[in-house]
């Protein structure tokens, strides 16, 4: 694994909000909830985003799993400290 891809993986923490570098009509924000193994030890991050126009109605929050390499490369941009 090259450091920098480490470095994505270790900064995904309960928590923490991250966006995807795909540019659209719609703003997404993933935030991490908790970290944890599925029934093979494979980590999943589960994790609430939130869709939203630029006008800021009709908002969607959602619920979702990812495992914990997917949601790196999906969501790579942090957000906030």
Do not use: C, K, W
Not at 15 to 33: E, Y
Not at 60 to 73: G, I, T, W
């Amino acid at each position: 694994m090259q450091m920098h891809r480490r470095g994505q993986l270790e900064a995904v923490q309960p928590g923490r909000r991250f966006r995807p570098l795909v540019a659209g009509i719609m703003v997404s924000t993933a935030r991490v909830l908790t970290i944890g193994p599925d029934a093979y030890g494979i980590p999943h991050v589960y994790f609430e985003i939130t869709m939203a126009p630029p006008s800021g109605r009709n908002v969607v929050h959602e619920s979702r799993v990812l495992s914990l390499e997917s949601f790196a490369e999906l969501y790579p941009e942090p957000v906030g400290a």
